[in-house]
């Protein structure tokens, strides 16, 4: 079993706000294929890095997570997925995870 996650941005690289539609499609789409998801919508997490090596400028944002259970794990269709949640929301990279898990 595989916990698959991965963190969708608030707003653009402009600091426009994506409307909550676009949140919602995502959810949809997931329990559609998976059967469910797990989206923390309410607690935006906080994340910062450097634009460039070194002196570059830090970046923060608020972005929201997913997570989906899966068995087994296709990484052909994970991989097209972030492509296109990359496309969707305006992105160079969405970091999309896979953590094996254990059921207790």
Same mark, same amino acid.
């Given at each position: 079993?595989?916990?698959?996650?991965? =963190? =969708?941005?608030?707003?653009?690289? $402009?600091?426009?706000?994506?409307?909550? @539609?676009d949140f919602e499609k995502v959810r949809t789409e997931l329990t559609e294929r998976f059967g469910g998801v797990t989206a923390f =919508?309410? &607690?935006?997490? &906080? *994340? @910062?890095? %450097?634009?460039?090596? *070194?002196?570059?400028?830090? /970046? +923060?944002? #608020?972005?929201? !997570?997913?997570?989906?259970?899966? #068995?087994? !794990?296709?990484? %052909?269709?994970? &991989? *097209?997925?972030? @492509? #296109? =949640?990359? +496309?969707?929301? +305006?992105? #160079? +990279?969405?970091? /999309?995870? @896979? !953590? *094996?898990? $254990?059921?207790?």
């Amino acid at each position: 079993m595989h916990i698959v996650q991965f =963190l =969708l941005p608030l707003r653009d690289n $402009e600091r426009r706000p994506f409307p909550r @539609a676009d949140f919602e499609k995502v959810r949809t789409e997931l329990t559609e294929r998976f059967g469910g998801v797990t989206a923390f =919508l309410q &607690s935006p997490a &906080s *994340g @910062a890095w %450097k634009e460039e090596e *070194g002196e570059g400028e830090t /970046v +923060r944002d #608020e972005m929201l !997570l997913f997570e989906v259970m899966v #068995e087994p !794990l296709d990484r %052909k269709w994970w &991989s *097209g997925y972030r @492509a #296109e =949640l990359e +496309r969707r929301f +305006r992105q #160079e +990279r969405i970091v /999309v995870r @896979a !953590l *094996g898990t $254990e059921m207790l």
